[in-house]
């Protein structure tokens, strides 16, 4: 019984280490709109090195962060998009999504 869970589990945090790292990826595609601006670029690029060096937990509610996590990327991603982006408020975006990356680091046995 326990083999077949630990099975599981192996999938469960694959899956969990493919969404960190795929994530890592499409905040580099952000940095198209953030060219001009080199605060907010290499507040990205921090993000997305905690992104790219996060290991996934197994724990249920990683799940739950993940989901806030896809949310808060497309609301940057929608916030960026537009032509007169707010500095700050990105920058407080960027701050809030790597605290959800904190939370998932926290959760590691």
Do not use: C, H
């Not at 945090?13 to 960190?20: A, I, K, S, Y």
């Not at 996060?54 to 609301?75: G, S």
Request: net charge positive; hydrophobic share 35%.
């Amino acid at each position: 019984m326990g083999w077949f869970n630990s099975k599981k589990d192996g999938k469960n945090t694959e899956r969990d280490n493919r969404f960190l790292k795929d994530y890592a990826i499409k905040l580099n595609g952000l940095m198209r709109y953030t060219e001009e601006n080199e605060k907010v670029t290499k507040a990205l690029e921090k993000l997305q090195n905690d992104f790219q060096y996060t290991v996934a937990t197994n724990v249920k509610d990683a799940k739950k962060l993940e989901k806030r996590i896809a949310n808060m990327y497309d609301e940057l991603k929608a916030t960026l998009q537009q032509p007169a982006w707010d500095e700050q408020a990105v920058l407080l975006s960027i701050r809030n999504m790597g605290m959800e990356i904190d939370e998932i680091n926290s959760m590691r046995k």
